[in-house]
């Protein structure tokens, strides 16, 4: 699980994993790396560059219900936690370049170099976050292409117009962040009492 800064390591993690394969890219002079605001549309970029945009957050259904998290102590004692937050992060990724040609190089060569890196471990994100540690150590996120339905598609359109830029869609599955707010459990019933109470 990610502590609270998990977001924005995940965010960081894969636009930094872009820019660390762009030796692998034949046109990479000046190409710019950047995690954008959907207000950055409005002003537009002329490139050579690759933005990632986090445009919504949901919450992810098959862990709805997770359980408490239980925590064993060095002197033996169980701490109960609330349960965790499982998100889905969707993120579009938009080329930008002076001409068509070579803004489809970059968006080609950017959805290869994610399609190599279907899971984002624990030490790739951990590591363009220095100041912090998000995850724990053994934890990934999972990262696939992701297919807008048309309704979803036209809302993005519409938010974008007339700035769009040929865009391609990612989700960052099951970025889970803990909670820290114990669960303080009452000790043991030891006896019962049943008396009603007594009329004054």
Known sequence: MATYEGIAAVSKAMIGLLRDASGTFAHNNALDFELVHPSFFDEGLRGP????????????????NAPTRKVVQANGQTQVFRA???LDLYY????????????????????????????LPATLINSHTTDVRAFEDGEGVELTFDQLGLQDWLAVWDKLKP????????????????STSEIVEAAPVQTRAFELAKPT
């Open 163 to 178: 700035k769009m830029q040929t865009s391609v869609c990612y989700i960052a599955r099951l970025v889970t962040i803990q």
């Open 84 to 86: 965790p937050l499982p």
């Open 49 to 64: 560059a690759i933005t990632l945009c986090l445009y919504r957050v949901s919450l992810n259904a098959s862990m709805r």
């Open 92 to 119: 579009l990724l938009t080329a930008w370049a002076n001409n068509v040609e070579m803004q489809q190089r970059l968006l080609g060569w950017s959805m290869r170099v994610l399609h190599d890196t279907p899971l």
